[in-house]
Nanobody, 123 residues
Framework: QVPLVESGGGLVQAGGSLRLSCAASGRTFSSYTMAWFRQPPGKEREFVAAIRWSGRSTYYADSVKGRFTISRDNANNTVSLQMNSLKPEDTAVYYC????????????????WGQGTQVTVSS
Protein backbone atom coordinates (compact mmCIF):
# COMPACT_ATOMS: atom_id res chain seq x y z
CA GLN A 1 0.00 0.00 0.00
CA VAL A 2 1.36 3.38 -1.04
CA PRO A 3 1.28 5.56 2.06
CA LEU A 4 1.07 8.85 0.19
CA VAL A 5 -1.09 9.57 -2.85
CA GLU A 6 -0.75 12.77 -4.86
CA SER A 7 -3.46 14.34 -7.02
CA GLY A 8 -4.14 17.58 -8.85
CA GLY A 9 -1.49 17.52 -11.55
CA GLY A 10 -2.23 18.35 -15.14
CA LEU A 11 -1.56 20.63 -18.07
CA VAL A 12 -1.75 24.40 -17.60
CA GLN A 13 -0.64 27.45 -19.53
CA ALA A 14 2.14 29.66 -18.28
CA GLY A 15 0.82 32.11 -15.71
CA GLY A 16 -1.88 29.71 -14.59
CA SER A 17 -2.42 27.91 -11.29
CA LEU A 18 -2.70 24.37 -10.01
CA ARG A 19 -3.28 22.92 -6.58
CA LEU A 20 -1.65 19.63 -5.68
CA SER A 21 -2.90 17.49 -2.82
CA CYS A 22 -1.30 14.62 -0.97
CA ALA A 23 -3.37 12.22 1.09
CA ALA A 24 -1.74 9.97 3.64
CA SER A 25 -3.21 6.56 4.31
CA GLY A 26 -2.40 3.67 6.55
CA ARG A 27 -0.80 5.74 9.27
CA THR A 28 -0.80 9.20 10.80
CA PHE A 29 1.72 11.69 9.51
CA SER A 30 0.71 14.55 11.77
CA SER A 31 4.03 14.44 13.65
CA TYR A 32 6.15 14.39 10.49
CA THR A 33 7.60 17.05 8.29
CA MET A 34 5.83 16.93 4.95
CA ALA A 35 7.41 18.11 1.72
CA TRP A 36 7.10 18.38 -2.02
CA PHE A 37 9.93 17.52 -4.36
CA ARG A 38 9.92 17.55 -8.14
CA GLN A 39 11.84 15.93 -10.94
CA PRO A 40 12.00 17.88 -14.20
CA PRO A 41 12.53 15.92 -17.42
CA GLY A 42 16.11 14.66 -17.63
CA LYS A 43 17.10 16.17 -14.29
CA GLU A 44 17.59 15.12 -10.70
CA ARG A 45 14.81 15.33 -8.16
CA GLU A 46 14.86 18.67 -6.31
CA PHE A 47 13.34 20.20 -3.23
CA VAL A 48 10.29 22.44 -3.68
CA ALA A 49 8.69 23.11 -0.29
CA ALA A 50 8.36 21.68 3.22
CA ILE A 51 6.18 22.21 6.26
CA ARG A 52 6.82 21.16 9.85
CA TRP A 53 4.32 19.09 11.79
CA SER A 54 2.70 22.12 13.45
CA GLY A 55 2.27 23.99 10.18
CA ARG A 56 3.93 27.05 11.66
CA SER A 57 7.22 26.64 9.81
CA THR A 58 7.40 26.47 6.04
CA TYR A 59 10.35 26.44 3.67
CA TYR A 60 10.64 27.01 -0.07
CA ALA A 61 13.17 26.65 -2.83
CA ASP A 62 14.23 30.03 -4.14
CA SER A 63 12.79 29.18 -7.54
CA VAL A 64 9.23 28.92 -6.20
CA LYS A 65 9.28 31.42 -3.33
CA GLY A 66 6.43 33.88 -3.61
CA ARG A 67 4.57 31.71 -6.13
CA PHE A 68 3.95 28.43 -4.28
CA THR A 69 2.32 27.90 -0.89
CA ILE A 70 2.47 24.70 1.14
CA SER A 71 -0.15 23.92 3.77
CA ARG A 72 -1.33 20.94 5.78
CA ASP A 73 -4.44 19.65 7.50
CA ASN A 74 -3.42 17.22 10.22
CA ALA A 75 -7.00 16.35 11.07
CA ASN A 76 -7.45 14.96 7.56
CA ASN A 77 -3.87 13.79 7.06
CA THR A 78 -3.34 15.89 3.94
CA VAL A 79 -0.80 18.37 2.61
CA SER A 80 -1.33 20.72 -0.31
CA LEU A 81 0.77 22.80 -2.66
CA GLN A 82 -0.86 25.83 -4.23
CA MET A 83 1.10 26.79 -7.34
CA ASN A 84 0.49 30.20 -8.89
CA SER A 85 2.16 32.07 -11.74
CA LEU A 86 3.39 28.81 -13.18
CA LYS A 87 6.29 28.81 -15.59
CA PRO A 88 7.38 26.26 -18.20
CA GLU A 89 10.38 25.46 -16.01
CA ASP A 90 7.98 24.22 -13.32
CA THR A 91 7.20 21.26 -15.57
CA ALA A 92 8.05 18.12 -13.62
CA VAL A 93 6.75 15.10 -11.79
CA TYR A 94 5.85 16.31 -8.31
CA TYR A 95 6.30 14.00 -5.32
CA CYS A 96 4.94 14.20 -1.82
CA UNK A 97 7.21 13.02 1.00
CA UNK A 98 6.98 12.57 4.76
CA UNK A 99 9.41 11.86 7.54
CA UNK A 100 10.73 12.83 10.97
CA UNK A 101 13.36 15.05 9.37
CA UNK A 102 15.38 17.99 10.54
CA UNK A 103 17.13 18.87 7.29
CA UNK A 104 14.00 19.48 5.27
CA UNK A 105 15.51 19.86 1.80
CA UNK A 106 17.50 16.60 1.77
CA UNK A 107 15.38 13.99 0.03
CA UNK A 108 17.12 11.00 1.58
CA UNK A 109 15.87 12.04 5.01
CA UNK A 110 12.28 11.26 4.03
CA UNK A 111 10.92 7.80 4.76
CA UNK A 112 7.65 7.87 2.82
CA TRP A 113 6.97 8.88 -0.77
CA GLY A 114 4.08 9.06 -3.14
CA GLN A 115 4.16 7.86 -6.73
CA GLY A 116 4.16 11.35 -8.19
CA THR A 117 1.86 13.50 -10.27
CA GLN A 118 2.77 15.14 -13.57
CA VAL A 119 2.61 18.91 -13.92
CA THR A 120 3.11 20.33 -17.40
CA VAL A 121 3.24 24.07 -18.03
CA SER A 122 2.97 25.16 -21.64
CA SER A 123 4.45 28.42 -22.91
Amino acid sequence: QVPLVESGGGLVQAGGSLRLSCAASGRTFSSYTMAWFRQPPGKEREFVAAIRWSGRSTYYADSVKGRFTISRDNANNTVSLQMNSLKPEDTAVYYCAAGPVITYNYQYNYDYWGQGTQVTVSS
